[in-house]
């Protein structure tokens, strides 16, 4: 079975500094993908970044980086420049083909508070 | 930019009563799903739908839910008889090809009092 583990339930951070939020995963799939998610008090679901498990280089998106460990299972979030606006859950998730389908599997999450 | 969209965003409901949440998928999407996340606890899957029928569901997708496409546009998640423990955060979501490309909608909060 496919697990995702958020070991950080809280975080803060001071605006403008970096912080990483970690995440491991535990699979016996070889093809799947890899996503952060930004939840903010709306509740919406908002794609922040996704890695495909095949491609070794890490991706990017503006402030936010991903370093990705294949071997460890290890999926961290780095969030630079941080700002008032990155205040908000954030999920780790997996996602593998199911039985014909593509789905996910998220973490319990990480509440980030970005301070003043 | 596409979206999902799901109507109502709050519904309260009595218990035992059923309720209908209605989403409608980005239109050249072909796969359809719903994912349910109870109040400060993570977000789960539900079912998938494709091809007018169920490709996967949960153990969570027990008797009281199903799903419909009553038309070429809507997608349906009912549930029956609506329990105290069915009050959660409901998302839609849907994908072109069936692949890592989701979109989700921006959910119905679903109470039953």
């Known amino acids: 079975a496919q697990t995702v583990t958020q070991s950080q339930p809280e975080m803060s951070v001071q605006e403008a500094e970096t912080v990483t939020l970690s995440c491991t995963y535990d699979?016996?799939?070889?093809?799947?993908?890899l996503f952060w998610y930004k939840q903010p008090p709306s509740r919406q679901m908002i794609l922040v970044i996704r890695?495909?498990?095949?491609?070794?280089q890490n991706a990017t998106e503006n402030r936010f980086s991903v370093n990705f460990q294949k071997a460890a299972k290890s999926f961290s979030l780095k969030i630079s420049d941080s700002q008032l606006g990155d205040t908000a859950m954030y999920f780790c998730a997996f996602m593998f083909l199911g039985s014909g389908t593509y789905k996910y599997i998220f973490g319990t999450g990480t509440r980030l508070k970005v301070l003043a | 930019e596409p979206e999902v969209t799901q109507t109502p965003s709050h519904q309260v409901t009595q218990m035992g009563q059923e309720v209908i949440l209605r989403c409608v998928p980005i239109?050249?999407?072909?796969?359809f799903y719903w994912y349910r996340q109870i109040l400060g606890q993570k977000v789960e899957f539900l079912v998938s739908?494709?091809?007018?029928?169920?490709?996967?569901k949960s153990e969570i997708f027990d008797d009281q839910f199903s799903v419909e496409r009553p038309d070429g546009s809507n997608f349906t998640l009912k549930i029956r008889s609506t329990k105290l423990e069915d009050s959660a955060m409901y998302f839609c979501a849907s994908s072109e090809l069936g692949t890592y490309g989701y979109t989700f909608g921006s959910g119905t909060r679903l109470t039953v009092v």
């Open positions: 239109s050249n999407h072909l796969y």
């Open positions: 890695q495909e498990a095949y491609k070794q």
């Open positions: 699979t016996s799939e070889s093809n799947y993908y």
């Open positions: 739908f494709y091809n007018n029928e169920i490709s996967e």
